[in-house]
């Protein structure tokens, strides 16, 4: 089975940019995780999708984080503009909603923020 | 507020030998406890899963411990392998979403 397809890989931009990254999740799999990881820390939940609702976003740094998931697959997370703080991996994972099988996570996004 | 700990000093241990890393919480009554293995540059990766009302865990070589009175997780590795070394990251549920723990680097040297 295909796993989480993330892109792009890497990221470099200037501080005030904006950027936008893309998830695939695992085909059947209705709950969408986006998490931040600064460098030395574990992941943080930064929103969570079930099919094209948002469950939670209460960690979603909403003046400039947002994130969408239309139709229910894949999902776009976008920083406008983007800050110094914000240089950290953006992982994407899903699961099909029971604990029991944990979350897939996909390779995740670099941020450097320059 | 809720914490968990785990030992951010790496885990340096010879080919064979077992592994014991440990997850503490404060402020938490979860009902389930995950561990993850990350690699570098990659995403973590789901290894075991246990309950609260369950003790022990077992998969392979891995072990888990979990005992609700310590607030504390304990991730056995036995007979390790070079292959092992990675960051071990504990996961607690918190209101059917789980807040994960920095991790433990592992490094089994042959």
């Known amino acids: 089975e295909a796993g989480v397809a993330q892109s792009p890989r890497y990221k470099i931009i200037e501080k005030r940019q904006s950027v936008a990254f893309w998830c695939n999740p695992i085909?059947?799999?209705?709950?969408l995780y986006w998490y931040q990881q600064i460098l030395g820390q574990g992941p943080k939940l930064l929103i969570q999708f079930q099919n094209n609702g948002v469950v939670d976003d209460s960690q979603l740094p909403k003046d400039r984080f947002s994130a969408e998931r239309l139709k229910g697959v894949d999902s776009t997370l976008k920083i406008q503009p983007a800050k110094l703080e914000d240089s950290a991996v953006y992982l994407c994972?899903?699961?099909?909603?029971?604990?029991?099988?944990?979350?897939?996570f996909g390779s995740g996004t670099r941020l450097t923020v320059v | 507020s809720q914490k968990i700990e785990q030992n951010s000093e790496a885990l340096n241990i010879q080919e064979g030998k077992t592994a014991t890393l440990t997850c503490n919480y404060t402020?938490?009554?979860?009902?389930?406890l995950q561990w993850y293995r990350q690699d570098p540059g990659r995403g973590p990766v789901f290894l075991l899963l246990i309950r609260e009302n369950e003790k022990e865990k077992r998969k392979e070589r891995l072990k888990v411990t979990f005992d609700t009175t310590l607030k504390q997780s304990l991730f056995h590795i036995t007979a390790s392998q070079p292959a092992d070394s990675a960051t071990y990251l504990c996961?607690?549920?918190?209101?059917?979403?789980?807040?994960f723990g920095a991790g433990t680097q592992v490094v089994v040297t042959p």
């Open positions: 402020n938490y009554s979860p009902a389930y």
């Open positions: 994972a899903s699961s099909l909603g029971d604990v029991i099988y944990g979350y897939t």
């Open positions: 996961a607690l549920d918190s209101w059917g979403k789980f807040q």
């Open positions: 085909s059947g799999h209705a709950t």
